[in-house]
């Protein structure tokens, strides 16, 4: 299993642009998370969905969406790019039971000039 | 989901326990206690988790007050690999059926020296 897998691991992007951050997971799990991490702090949740065709906000949606058409997918799409969204994303997977653990990938690192 | 508190750093020796402490004084009963890792430059990992009784794992053990309001996880042996970011975070069962996401604090930064 390759687990949680993020693509591109970098990118740059200018003021305005638009980009989707990629997230696939081979566990069959219905659970899946993006998360922001910004420098010195915790994670914090952006999105979360629970199966294929549903999703819901998290702490820091603004700026962000999301969509899920398959178990296996969860992009996150960043419209208008800011300097305040330079962070780094993780995305993460979990399975049904409420006591499973998240699993993460390895994060995409995004700087917004 | 409650709060918990952790210290800010901890340093320790290779090959020597480690005790990292976290509190947690306003726990519900159906809070479990998680603890994950962040590596440097990696994603969080998850450790180990426990409700009331202590755990252990491959990876640790987790030792929970008796009135649950603080919690310790133990390395037996810290190696140079433990240097992390160790997250304690609290999570109610009851909450969105454990759909929702996890909620991070700052953590403890290990510092593991040789």
């Known amino acids: 299993n390759a687990g949680v897998t993020q693509t591109p691991k970098f990118r740059i992007l200018k003021i305005g642009q638009s980009m989707t951050l990629q997230c696939a997971q081979d566990m069959n799990h219905n659970y899946m998370y993006w998360y922001r991490q910004d420098p010195g702090m915790g994670l914090k949740l952006i999105y979360y969905s629970v199966g294929a065709g549903i999703t819901d906000k998290g702490e820091v949606p603004n700026g962000y969406n999301v969509s899920r058409s398959t178990t296996e997918d969860f992009p996150l799409r960043l419209e208008l790019a800011a300097p305040s969204q330079t962070s780094v994303y993780f995305c993460?997977?979990?399975?049904?039971?409420?006591?499973?653990?998240?699993?993460f990938g390895p994060g995409t690192r995004l700087t917004v000039l | 989901d409650a709060k918990t508190t952790q210290p800010n750093s901890m340093e320790s020796n290779e090959e020597e326990p480690v005790h990292l402490p976290c509190n947690h004084s306003?726990?519900?009963?159906?809070?479990?206690i998680h603890w994950y890792r962040q590596l440097p430059s990696q994603g969080p990992e998850y450790v180990i988790h426990g409700l009331t009784s202590n755990v252990n794992n491959r990876m640790a053990s987790l030792a929970i007050a008796e009135d649950r309001k603080s919690s310790t996880l133990i390395l037996h042996r810290a190696t140079l690999r433990d240097a992390a970011v160790y997250y304690c975070i609290l999570r109610d069962v009851e909450s969105g059926g454990g759909a929702d996401g996890l909620t991070f604090g700052k953590g403890t930064h290990l510092i593991i020296q040789p």
């Open positions: 993460a997977s979990k399975g049904l039971a409420y006591y499973n653990e998240q699993f």
């Open positions: 306003t726990i519900s009963g159906t809070d479990y």
